[in-house]
């Protein structure tokens, strides 16, 4: 069974940084394709960004140019680099791994605000 873990989250004020982190109990190279959601309060969950094994990356609009996603095999760990953040940015982010079957991570807060 695999478990992915995330960290990284906080709270941070408008402009600021953060580098969330998802680590998986086992090797990475399983996964097709890896992501980070987010979900606000009262709102559905939406796709952030992904990353496939060959590294290629897809992101929504309003992050691309401020969000990188990142995968080291090596350490079998997911990141996301988060820039220029925003109080829109603040939800619950959570870490995406899909093979034949799909998992989740527990959710790391992030929270943009002065």
């Known amino acids: 069974q695999v478990q992915l873990v995330e960290s990284g989250g906080g709270l941070v004020q408008p402009g600021g940084s953060l580098r969330l982190s998802c680590a998986s109990s086992?090797?990475?190279?399983?996964?097709?394709?890896m992501g980070w959601y987010r979900q606000a309060p009262g709102k559905q969950r939406e796709l952030v960004a992904t990353i496939t094994t060959s590294g290629r990356t897809n992101y929504r609009d309003s992050v691309k140019g401020r969000f990188t996603i990142s995968r080291d095999n090596a350490k079998n760990t997911m990141y996301l680099q988060m820039t220029s953040l925003k109080p829109e940015d603040t939800a619950v982010y959570y870490c995406n791994a899909r093979d034949l079957n799909t998992y989740w991570g527990q959710g790391t807060q992030v929270t943009v605000s002065s």
């Open positions: 086992g090797s990475i190279f399983r996964f097709s394709t």
